[in-house]
Structure formats: structure tokens, C-alpha cells
Nanobody, 123 residues
Framework: QVQVVESGGGLVQAGGSLRLSCAAS????????MGWFRQAPGKEREFVAT????????YYAYSVKGRFTISRDNAKKTVYLQMSSLKPEDTAVYYC????????????????WGQGTQVTVSS
């Protein structure tokens, strides 16, 4: 199993940047694909970005592609989400999770969810 703890959220002005961190525990961290998902009030949890265990491939939602960058440091057992050019519609609770299914974008294929970190983007 993998346990994760998200951090780095906060309040930022539109156009600003923020970096989220997901600190994980587990002996086989590098074997897990990892992902960031977000959930805004009244909406379903949605895919943001995912990364393979080796970090060799990344996947992004169209809405964030070109603005967000997912990365990982397996030595530190940490995955990051660098967010830039933030928009009010990016406001949500951001969750980190480990992949155990087959897709790179379905929430159902991820688990071991963290507690989430709030990101609020003001206009």
C-alpha cells in the first residue's frame, strides 16, 4: 500500500503560480503511477495529471495542459504539481493518489487518496 499527504495549497491570484507536493510512503513507490485529481464544490472529482512510475511519461487534462507540470522524485518518494497561469476555474481541492487500475485518467483506477489540499484562485 501507499500512503500520501498533500501540501502546498493556498490562495493565489489569477495568473499566479503554485506548487503542490505529495509526500508518499511505501517500499514500492517507484512502481506506482501517481496522479493529481481535483474536486470543486458541486462537481465530480476530475483528472488533472498523471505520471508513470519511472517518470518517463506524463498525461494531462486538456484544461491544464501547457500550464501545469507533473513530476516526481522517487528518491524522495514525492510527486509534484507545478501550476502556473492559474485561473479561477482551477479552484478546487487537489488530491494525490496512486494508480492501481489500467487507465491514466479515470478516478476509479486510482486509490490511496490523500486528504487533499485546497487551492483557491481569486480573480
Amino acid at each position: 500500500q501507499v500512503q500520501v499527504v498533500e501540501s502546498g495549497g493556498g490562495l493565489v491570484q489569477a495568473g499566479g503560480s503554485l506548487r503542490l507536493s505529495c509526500a508518499a510512503s511505501g517500499r514500492t513507490f517507484s512502481s506506482y503511477g501517481m496522479g493529481w485529481f481535483r474536486q470543486a464544490p458541486g462537481k465530480e472529482r476530475e483528472f488533472v495529471a498523471t505520471i508513470r512510475g519511472s517518470g518517463s511519461n506524463t498525461y494531462y487534462a486538456y484544461s491544464v495542459k501547457g500550464r501545469f507540470t507533473i513530476s516526481r522524485d522517487n528518491a524522495k518518494k514525492t510527486v509534484y504539481l507545478q501550476m502556473s497561469s492559474l485561473k479561477p476555474e482551477d479552484t478546487a481541492v487537489y488530491y494525490c493518489a496512486a494508480r492501481y487500475g489500467s487507465s491514466w485518467y479515470h478516478t476509479a483506477d486510482f486509490g490511496y487518496w490523500g486528504q487533499g489540499t485546497q487551492v483557491t484562485v481569486s480573480s
